[in-house]
C-alpha cells in the first residue's frame, strides 16, 4: 500500500471526533463524491503558478477591507485607449476555506477573456467561522463597490461589470444579486450580469427543511427566518440583474434549485436562465474558458445582457 494510501486508511479507520478532522473527512468525502450533494467545496484550492498571458500584469492582495482575508487580486491589460469590461470572481469552499488564487477559479477564465479586452477581480473574503454567511455577503459587497469605485485607475469600465461566482461564491453572489438592502447598504452600483457557477443553495430554506449534508447546517444554523434572509430565490426582485444559473446535471439539487429560481423570475418579470452541464461540481468552475459549447454558451448570455465581450 502506498504510504498515502496508508495515512488515509489509518485516518479513516479512527473514530472521527467533532472537530476540525471530522470537518476535513466530511468536505474531503463530499468532494470525491461521498455524499449525495456535493455543493460548497472546492476541488482544487491549489494557488495558481501558471504564467500569465501576454499582455496581462496582476496587481496582487489589494486591500478593500482591514481583515487580512479582505483582499483581491485584479488582472490587468496592458492595450489602452478604450474602457475595459470587469469579470469579477467570488470562489467557492463551502463557506469555510478556498483561495482567490485557486488554478481552478482563474487561469481558464483569464486565457479566454483577457484576449477579449476584460479585467479580471479575483476576491477573497472573510470564511467560517470567523465570519458568518451575511458577513462574507457583506464582504463581496464591500469588495464589488470598491472595484466600482477604482476601476477607471485600471483602465476598467465600472458599468460593464459582470459578476461571478462558483459553488459557496455562487450563493453569495446570488445575495448580492437578490437583497437590494445589501446592495444600498455597501453603495454598490448596479452592474451588467450574475453568473451562478453550480450553487444548490438558492433556496436554503427548502433545503434545510429536508435531509441535507452537514456543512449546511454549519453554514445556516437552525433559525427558519435566517433561512429566507439567506435565500436568493426568496429575495429575487424586479431590480435584480439578469442571472445565468450554470447547474451540473450530475448532482442531485443543483438543477433543481436553479430551476426554482428561473421559476421566480418568471413570475417577477425578472431574466433568470438556466444551463445545465454534464460535467461535476468542480468541472462547471474548472473548465469555463475552455474553448467548447459550454463556455460559448456563457459568452452568448454575456452579450445578450449587453456586455461587451466578442472573444
Known amino acids: 500500500m502506498k504510504p498515502g494510501m496508508l495515512c488515509l486508511w489509518l485516518v479513516l479507520a479512527l473514530p472521527v471526533q467533532a472537530g476540525p478532522l471530522q470537518n476535513w473527512l466530511q468536505q474531503r468525502e463530499a468532494s470525491h463524491g461521498g455524499q449525495p450533494d456535493r455543493d460548497a467545496v472546492s476541488e482544487d484550492d491549489s ?19 482591514p481583515d487580512v482575508r479582505q483582499r483581491l487580486d485584479v488582472y490587468l491589460l496592458a492595450a489602452e485607449g478604450r474602457k475595459h469590461p470587469l469579470l469579477v470572481m467570488v470562489h467557492g469552499g463551502a463557506w469555510r476555506m478556498g483561495s482567490k488564487q485557486a488554478a481552478n477559479v482563474v487561469e481558464n477564465k483569464l486565457a479566454h477573456w483577457s484576449p477579449a ?51 459557496a461564491g455562487a450563493h453569495l453572489v446570488g445575495l448580492l444579486s437578490t437583497d437590494a438592502a445589501l446592495r444600498q ?45 439567506l ?61 467548447g459549447d459550454y463556455t460559448r454558451q456563457v459568452d452568448r448570455f454575456l452579450l445578450q445582457t449587453g456586455w461587451m465581450v466578442s472573444p
Open 117 to 167: 479586452g476584460v479585467v479580471l477581480v479575483s476576491l477573497d473574503y472573510r470564511l467560517l467561522p470567523q465570519a458568518a454567511v451575511e458577513e462574507q455577503a457583506d464582504d463581496v459587497a464591500r469588495a464589488v463597490a470598491w472595484v466600482q469605485a477604482h476601476a477607471a485607475q485600471w483602465g476598467a469600465d465600472a458599468r460593464q461589470l459582470v459578476l461571478m461566482g462558483h459553488s
Open 47 to 65: 494557488a495558481s503558478t501558471h504564467s500569465l498571458p501576454t499582455g496581462v500584469r496582476k496587481l496582487a492582495d489589494l486591500a478593500y477591507g
Open 231 to 291: 435565500s436568493p430565490t426568496a429575495l429575487l426582485n424586479g431590480h435584480s440583474p439578469p442571472l445565468l444559473a450554470v447547474c451540473s446535471s450530475q448532482r442531485a439539487q443543483s438543477c433543481a434549485q436553479a430551476e426554482g429560481l428561473a421559476d421566480r423570475g418568471r413570475q417577477l418579470g425578472v431574466m433568470v436562465q438556466v444551463l445545465p452541464q454534464a460535467l461535476s461540481h468542480g468541472q462547471i468552475n474548472q473548465q469555463l474558458g475552455v474553448a
Open 185 to 229: 447598504r455597501h453603495g454598490v452600483q448596479s452592474w451588467q450580469a450574475s453568473v451562478l457557477l453550480d450553487s444548490a443553495a438558492m433556496d436554503v430554506a427548502g433545503i434545510m427543511r429536508g435531509p441535507h449534508f452537514p456543512l449546511y447546517d454549519k453554514a445556516f444554523g437552525t433559525d427558519a427566518a435566517r433561512w429566507e434572509r
